[in-house]
């Protein structure tokens, strides 16, 4: 039977300690211990809602012989033995722990506590409540020993703190398998709510994805130079100025260079006179005039370098909270940091803990994540459009798994590939294209953008022969049916040459 962690083994005994020299007796429920696995030997179905609640965490029974036996059949569970009073007396006896527990008379005593298994799984959610209760108190023993070492690095404390406990808080989190009648109550209702998934700026992308779902890990990747940032800057602003609120995790730029690049994207100034502070003092009065449009956009940004997973998930924790975030991108993935406890670990094992991570976080808070992703240098040694591959993801196969769905940039103009390798052979100039690669809804295909105006941060819908009526007023109106066979006015074209042979 799997072990779970403790926070830090070596010094369990010094948390131990600190909480007997306060001379309080740690939470617990033993009467309810001897309920439950009372319970789990009389009827099978309390062994199915004791496990399905608890799963194989042993140490949620405060008393050492409660463990013992709660081991017992757990372990006749997993080899599908029937589990009664005689075969957990059985498997103690070949772990020579019945004497432990206090012999086949305490077994006998726990089944005469109970007479069915009415309300196991009640008295595990409270089982719970106290193990989550004693490691907290143990976690904080160990944070408070480990505050006053001066040699340790503070930020490291504040991480491995939150990790110890977000890992025992996981345990109050554990969902439990619903019915098919309450599933698909939840998916009419999110059917009835206008704002369950998050808009795009384009049009063409909505058609295709139906915008960004909460819950979602959405990549996007591309090589440098393609205006990842500059894409999804347009995305939080569209978003940000339908009233939805936007949290932006930047690991390379700034946060001044961020919004630098919306007032850039607002005012149609080159972004890089903005970076370079050579700004016209008729420029510079307009802004001021039209600052609070821009201040007021509920988009809130945290620009860290050294930005690590665990504390981008307390970052975001925050803004969901607090300030009701409904999307968070995150630029970008391999400049994030993993746990510092995988410190040993290769950069592929820590992108892909990473990845899962960012998943997790998606699916806690019920938001989608939207993470930039550098792309291989496999894609400019490629011939043609160079058009990257899922196989171009970097340094982890983890990312194309975990996310639900992957999208690619490419502007060939970058390239120097003037036209697109289509049937019409169009020009590439001042053009984009946006491939959704994989997605668990929606679909596949190339999505073309217009990015000619990238110095001003700027992507827009690219209009297409189609699009173009819908702008023109002298678009002609479609002939019914009546008159698509009508004959020719004969008199009102001049031209008309009727004297055809045949």
Known sequence: MNQPKPYNQNKVDRSTVISLEKGKIPPQAVDLEEVVLGAMMIDKQGVYEAIETISDNEDVFYKDAHKYIYT???????????????????QLKSKAQLDLVGGDFYLIGLTQRV????????????????????????????????????TKDIFDLLEESQKALDDTSEWLLRKKAENLSSVFDKLIENSKNPQASIPSKFTKLNKRTNGYHPNDLV???????????????????FQSEQGIPVGFLSLEMSDVELVGRIIANEFGIESSRIKQNQLTPSEKEVI???????????????????????????IIGKWVRQEKV????????????????NKNGNREQEIAQISRKLKAIAKEFQIPVVALSQLSRAVETRGGMKRPQLSDLRESGAIEQD??????????????????????????????????????EGSLGATVLDSSELKYMRFKDLKDFDDSWK???FKP??????????????????????????
């Open 288 to 314: 001021r005039k039209e600052s609070e449009k821009i201040k007021k956009l509920p988009i809130h940004i945290h620009d860290g370098s050294e930005t690590t997973v665990n504390e981008a998930k307390t």
């Open 326 to 341: 409904r999307i968070v991108y995150v630029d970008y993935l391999q400049l994030m940091r993993g746990s510092t406890n």
């Open 471 to 473: 702008d023109n007023e």
């Open 72 to 90: 017992a059949i757990f372990d006749l569970f997993a080899d599908d033995s029937p589990i009664d009073l005689l075969t957990v007396s059985d």
């Open 115 to 150: 007479s069915s298994s009415a309300h196991t799984e009640r008295h595990c959610r409270i089982l719970m409540q106290k193990y989550v209760q004693r490691q907290s108190i143990k976690v904080a023993s160990v944070i408070l020993e480990e505050a006053y070492d001066e």
């Open 403 to 440: 996310a639900n769905v992957v999208q690619f940039l490419l502007r060939p103009e970058y390239y120097k590939i003037d036209e697109w390798d289509v049937d019409m052979r169009t020009p590439t100039a001042g053009q984009c294209e946006l491939n959704t690669a994989k997605t668990r």
């Open 219 to 237: 990549i996007i990747a591309a090589r440098p130079g393609m205006g990842k940032t500059a894409f999804v800057l347009n995305e939080a602003k």
């Open 477 to 502: 109106e479609p002939l019914s049916p009546d008159q698509a066979f009508e004959p020719r006015n004969h008199v009102d074209n001049e031209n008309y040459d009727d004297d055809l042979p045949f």
